[in-house]
Each structure stands twice: as C-alpha cells, then as structure tokens.
C-alpha cells in the first residue's frame, strides 16, 4: 500500500539536501507542499549521513 502522503528526498551532495513533503489539499486538485533545502549546514550533514544508513539498511535489501 502506497502512502499518499509521502515525501521526495533529494541529496545533492554530502553537504546539500532537499527534502519535500506534500501537504492537505486547500482547494480540490491544488497540491500544497512543503520543502526543506538546506545546504553547508550541520542540519544538512547529520540529515545525509542519516539517510546514508537508512537507504543502506533498508533499500539496499530489494
């Protein structure tokens, strides 16, 4: 089952990633969504090594 409320992960590099997620629709067939980018930040480093780990546990298993 497909969770409609996923978000869309982008690691530029290991300092840079941005990170969307959509939000409630407001009006029928306008997507709302929300993004995060952050980059040569502390935020940015901890969140691409921790993505790192989770992508290689749990992607890497298909």
């Known amino acids: 089952m497909r969770d409609s409320r996923s978000g869309r992960v982008l690691v530029v590099d290991a300092?840079?990633?941005l990170i969307s997620?959509?939000?409630d629709e407001e009006l029928p067939g306008v997507r709302r969504e929300a993004?995060?980018?952050s980059s040569e930040t502390g935020?940015?480093?901890?969140l691409v090594r921790l993505?790192?780990?989770?992508f290689d546990q749990y992607i890497n298993e298909w």
């Open 15 to 17: 300092n840079t990633v």
């Open 21 to 23: 997620v959509p939000g």
């Open 35 to 37: 993004a995060v980018w």
């Open 43 to 46: 935020f940015a480093v901890v």
């Open 51 to 54: 993505l790192d780990v989770w």
